[in-house]
T-cell receptor, first 117, second 111 residues
């Protein structure tokens, strides 16, 4: 079965530190990849997505992610975090299945990031 | 354009009862997905509906069911509630394979 693994459940950083959150998926076929963020008390929002093309994708708020097909990875990065980046981050991948080839979205367990001023 | 709307926001039920949650997708979105979010488990996929048909299903027991209406609104039902069903239930809508747009969720507490 397809799955998504996020290596860190909790990350604590100081402001201006660099961030890298790991994400690996298990599926050998074509995938669409996403990072979502959930700020405290808010709904899940899309940070960035990869469908095809340049494996380095840039999202909102200075976030970027790199798709490395050979490693089945889609790690999220930000050069300098801010206190306002405190949130939970979810990696997600589409997996084939269902009628008409539509894909269901499978999420990782999430990484809670706390940024201290 | 209004976002995904879920009602109610909070719900407290007793073991053995049943519950129905409602979701109104973004206008024009015909696909509605449901997820269960619990601490440490992340988001677990329940099912996805498109044009009133369930087209994907996760690994949840038959107590969890759903349906979609002709106006794309969706409901999720959980029968014979168990303590472990306490969670945040999220609904999301999309067009084709575009990213999901999530609602604020319904927080279900089973006592």
């Amino acid at each position: 079965a397809q799955s998504v693994s996020q290596h860190n459940h909790h990350v604590i950083l100081s402001e201006a530190a660099s961030l890298e959150l790991g994400c690996n998926y298990s599926y050998g076929g074509t995938v669409n990849l996403f990072w979502y963020v959930q700020y405290p008390g808010q709904h899940l929002q899309l940070l960035l997505k990869y469908f095809s093309g340049d494996p380095l994708v840039k999202g909102i708020k200075g976030f970027e992610a790199e798709f490395i097909k050979s490693k089945f990875s889609f790690n999220l990065r930000k050069p300098s975090v801010q206190w306002s980046d405190t949130a939970e981050y979810f990696c997600a991948v589409t997996a084939p299945g269902g009628t008409g080839g539509y894909n269901k979205l499978i999420f990782g367990a999430g990484t809670r990031l706390a940024v201290h001023p | 354009k209004a976002g995904v709307t879920q009602t109610p926001r909070y719900l407290i039920k007793t073991r053995g009862q049943q519950v129905t949650l409602s979701c109104s997708p973004i206008s024009g979105h015909r696909s509605v997905s449901w997820y269960q979010q619990t601490p440490g488990q992340g988001l677990q996929f329940l099912f996805e509906y498109f044009s009133e048909t369930q087209r994907n299903k996760g690994n949840f027991p038959g107590r969890f069911s759903g349906r979609q209406f002709s106006n794309s609104r969706s409901e999720m039902n959980v029968s014979t509630l168990e303590l472990g069903d306490s969670a945040l239930y999220l609904c999301a809508s999309r067009v084709g394979d575009s990213p999901l747009h999530f609602g604020n969720g319904t927080r279900l507490t089973v006592t």
